[in-house]
């Protein structure tokens, strides 16, 4: 039960209405009867490129331990590119929707018929079908309590303040941790429905909304792509009692409330949690009176595994707050150059200790790779990381958010780290300069807002301006605003 698979299984709850130990199984079967995908495996690391489904627990289990990254399907073709060669992959877990995005020369492993069978694809086309539907099931005795192996389990690209995402470097004991805290936290049980409504490539969504309700047996119901009505309709009529998401995927929900009458009818659901952006407490306010549950925010980070602070079940939801430390978290706020700890009350850097956080970055061996990759990352110091936020601790233990102190800010929950963008358009012929920056917009938190000066070589349009991006950031990277100047 040292892997994070095996432990999601061994509660038997179901994904989608598949029993989680059915879809395990068939990711140990794919690898027992695919040898060549095996040999593209052997020392190196593998790929999840999917959408919220069942497949993502299957690729999980059928990457053996290893580390896999987990590729944001929102992704460009130019940053699965980078991702994948930065950490040695050798073959992709994917559906053929997707699968455009990989470079031709990568082995991939198409999963649109999974459980009941796999495409094991090899550079040059030819494909090599996978039954996984006739294997012997799986043996879940074990230890349910083991902590979880300190090796690599999950890699997320993120902290891109350099302008390079850096791989961080999640372990099986760091996200079984999480997990285990989340159950606790969250208090979930075996009857609950939970609608999953992010990406499993973001850990917010894998620990929370995927491995914590399948620990205790209970139902996860997916939504590859959201939409604020579907979701509401899901709620009502699937009995759902629990549902994780991002600010704006709260606000976009409570607008469709808002055309349906204004008030949700569910009384099954029981919990809302909310993390991933700064949350109002005007959209708190306005949720509960639409629902009657309260939004409970969180707190977190990759770096974290990912969830550090949560308003608890189990304590008073205080609004324009993050809550309490996770259990087994520890939190200190302290001064982001000489580290000493801050009086209570005091504005400083929210640092994160224990065992969810991260083992560094991919690459960080090598002296010249950790300079590099400590730069432009976040930092730990004895045993603290900083995570680049500012917060105050009040009285009574909970934290405030205070702002950023990294270059960095949120689109639909997502990172966007101007100084990535400002790379990209700077290397496009014709452009001298590059300034990105955020535009307020409540309903996704932040627009993002290009400003580019011409060296006088050649001319460049708004048009041209965009499908430079489309080609090579991901969808919420992409420019809602381009003002080009002349040399």
């Known amino acids: 039960m040292d892997l994070l698979a095996l432990r999601a299984a061994a509660g038997r709850g179901s994904i989608d209405g598949i029993p989680a ?24 690391r593998a790929a999840i490129l999917l959408p919220s489904s069942p497949q993502f627990l299957l690729a999980l289990a059928a990457s053996d331990g290893r580390g896999a990254v987990l590729v944001n399907p929102l992704a460009a073709a130019a940053e699965v590119e980078h991702q994948l060669q930065d950490a040695n992959v050798g073959a992709v877990f994917t559906l ?41 099931g799986l043996d879940l005795e074990g230890d349910a309590d083991a902590p979880g192996r300190d090796e690599e389990c999950a890699i997320v690209y993120t902290s891109a303040m350099a302008g390079t995402p850096l791989g961080a470097v999640l372990t099986h004991r760091n996200l079984i941790t999480n997990a285990r805290q989340t159950v606790q936290a969250a208090e979930n049980v075996p009857h609950d429905h939970l609608l999953a409504v992010l990406p499993f490539s973001h850990l917010f969504g894998l620990t929370v909304s995927l491995i914590a309700p399948m620990m ?63 949350l109002s407490v005007a959209l708190q306010e306005q949720w ?64 994160v200790a224990g065992d969810t956080v991260f083992r560094g970055y991919v690459n960080e061996s090598g002296a010249a790779s950790t300079a590099r990759a400590r730069s432009a990352g976040l930092p730990t110091r004895d045993g603290w990381l900083y995570t680049g936020d500012a917060g105050l601790m009040r009285p009574d233990g909970r934290v405030e958010f205070r702002g950023l102190i990294k270059p ?11 100084r990535e963008i400002e790379q990209v358009i700077g290397r496009m012929p014709g452009v001298r300069s590059v300034r990105v920056s955020p535009i307020a917009e409540p309903s996704r938190e932040n627009d993002i807002q290009v400003a580019i000066t011409l060296d006088g070589s050649r001319t460049i349009t708004e048009a041209d301006v965009k499908a430079w991006c489309e080609s090579r950031l991901a969808q919420y990277k992409q420019p809602s605003q381009i003002l080009i100047t002349a040399s």
């Open 288 to 351: 509960e009176a639409a629902t009657g549950v309260p939004l409970r925010q969180g707190y977190g980070l990759t770096e974290a595994s990912p969830v550090a602070l949560f308003n608890r079940v189990n304590a008073e939801n205080v609004n324009g707050t993050l809550g309490l430390p996770f259990p087994g978290v520890r939190i200190s706020i302290r001064d982001s150059a000489t580290g000493a700890e801050c009086p209570q009350g005091t504005v400083g850097e929210i640092c």
């Open 96 to 136: 053929r929707a997707l699968a455009g995005k990989i470079p031709e020369h990568m082995p991939r492993v198409l999963l649109d018929e999974a459980p009941r069978r796999a495409v094991y694809r090899v550079p040059g086309g030819d494909e090599l079908e996978i039954d996984l539907g006739s294997h012997f």
């Open 21 to 44: 130990p059915a879809l395990v199984s068939a990711g140990f079967t794919l690898l027992q009867r695919c040898v060549p995908l095996v040999r593209a495996l052997a020392g190196r």
């Open 216 to 278: 205790v047996g209970a139902r996860v119901t997916t939504m590859p792509r959201f939409n604020p009505i579907a979701a509401v309709d899901a709620i009502e009529r699937e009995g759902i009692t629990e549902i994780v998401g991002v600010p704006a995927v709260f606000a976009a929900m409570l607008a469709a409330i808002a055309r349906r009458g204004g008030k949700l009818n569910a009384p099954q659901l029981r919990l809302c949690i909310c993390g991933g952006a700064p």
């Open 408 to 418: 960095m800010f949120t689109r639909n929950g997502f990172n966007v780290y101007p």
